[in-house]
């Protein structure tokens, strides 16, 4: 297991993005459905870098609760960033905007798919 450059940078933006998502998810403001949905998309990047890390340095191999994580908690949600920024840009736009129990289906398929 060799750390290289590229590594620490990855490491670093998966840091930054549970950070920054975390402090999105909190802030209050006047539409929060809007910052939890920012939040959502910066943790998906997260995960996804945290997914491309385990993969450079080769972990789910060698650790046994790396591999389990990985193997029944996927890295890479990549199918959520569509109907997430969708339904950002819908509740930044209509301030009295909330999902219905259709557009609550979308998402779950995205989810669950």
Do not use: C
Not at 32 to 59: C, D, H, K, T
Not at 73 to 88: A, E, N, Q, S
Request: no cysteine; hydrophobic share 55%; aromatic share 18%.
């Amino acid at each position: 297991m060799e750390i290289s450059i590229w590594n620490i940078i990855i490491a670093f933006g998966a840091l930054q993005a549970f950070v920054l998502g975390t402090i999105i998810f909190n802030k209050k403001s006047r539409k929060p459905r809007s910052n939890q949905l920012m939040a959502g998309l910066f943790y998906i990047f997260a995960l996804a870098s945290l997914g491309i890390l385990v993969e450079e340095l080769n972990l789910s191999n060698t650790s046994l609760p790396v591999y389990l994580i990985e193997q029944y908690f996927p890295f890479f949600h990549f199918i959520l960033i569509g109907p997430l920024i969708f339904f950002f840009v819908k509740g930044e736009l209509d301030p009295n905007y909330s999902f219905t129990e259709k557009e609550w289906k979308h998402l779950l398929l995205a989810i669950w798919s």
